[in-house]
């Protein structure tokens, strides 16, 4: 099966100018942090909402690092190295497939 | 209905394609290579025993783990739950806590160290040690965490095996990454990383 994140871009996110530097997270922030995971996983599909929160993540600064994080902790957590099955594990599931 | 020999062909295949993938999730749920283990074999016996009830076979890796993941949940759970995180496991998936209210009081200092030129933290930071902030997450976003961000399962996918819906997932999701930044930056705060001198290496 097709590996999901094989095709995404190096990044999404896209600086413009950081007019928006808020002292405290505000309710834009919020709501951009509401849509921020399902974008970064390609999960986001309304336009509106993306374009929206492209414009957010475009102009503040705080939101963007934070996205900037994110993405990055996306990237490292694909990579990751994952146990693999022991060979114990494989030649008893071999059994049992044979056993079929 | 394909020939018990296809059959046998197509099940052998997509359980060897994702033999380490099922592992990999039994070890992180049962934090245990003898129970890891025991939980596939048993969780493929029983694939195996209900493979006729699989509607759809691009569906069969969804299948699976569902599998895994629901074995585990009957017979393997209460045992992989160390007494000193009972609490901390048992705290309820969809509580009404806020995730803002988790952003909101986020250390100040979080975002200017992340921000920092050098991006020296994700420099020293070493994928088994993102691997421990993740075991250390409560047990449903844990799993929801390693299914999307790890083993690539869209939000759809990962409904289907803990059976929940995909606006649960999404949920979830957002907790529990605002809870991995607060365990990563728990960890940068430990390990000294949040030091600027011991951050750029010196």
Known sequence: MPMRQASRPQTKLQVHDMT??????????????DYLYAYLNDELKD????????????HCKSCF?????????????????QEKAPS????????LMDEL | ?????DLKR????NVEANMDSIYSLALRLTRNRADAEDLVAESVTKAWASIKKLDNPDRFRPWLFRIVHNTFISDYRKKSIRPAETAYDEAPCEGTEDVSAI????????????????????????????????DRLPECFRVTVILINIEGLSYDEAAEVLDVSPGTIRSRMNRGRTLLQKELWHY?????????DKAAGA
């Open chain 2, 103 to 134: 952003l909101v009081h986020q250390p100040n200092d979080f975002l200017n160290w992340w921000a920092n030129p050098e991006k020296a933290f994700f420099n020293n930071l070493l994928g088994e040690e993102i691997n421990a902030a993740i």
């Open chain 2, 1 to 5: 209905m394909p020939l018990d020999s």
């Open chain 2, 188 to 196: 940068a705060n430990e390990a000294g990383l949040t030091t600027p």
């Open chain 1, 65 to 81: 690092s934070r996205a900037q994080m994110e993405e990055e902790l996306n990237k490292r957590m694909r990579q990751s190295d």
């Open chain 1, 47 to 58: 336009k509106a909402a993306i374009a929206k929160l492209e414009h957010h993540l475009g």
């Open chain 1, 88 to 95: 114990t594990l494989k030649s008893r599931l071999q059994d």
């Open chain 2, 10 to 13: 197509f099940f052998s295949e």
């Open chain 1, 20 to 33: 928006h530097e808020p002292e405290e997270i505000d309710d834009s922030c919020l709501e951009a942090f």
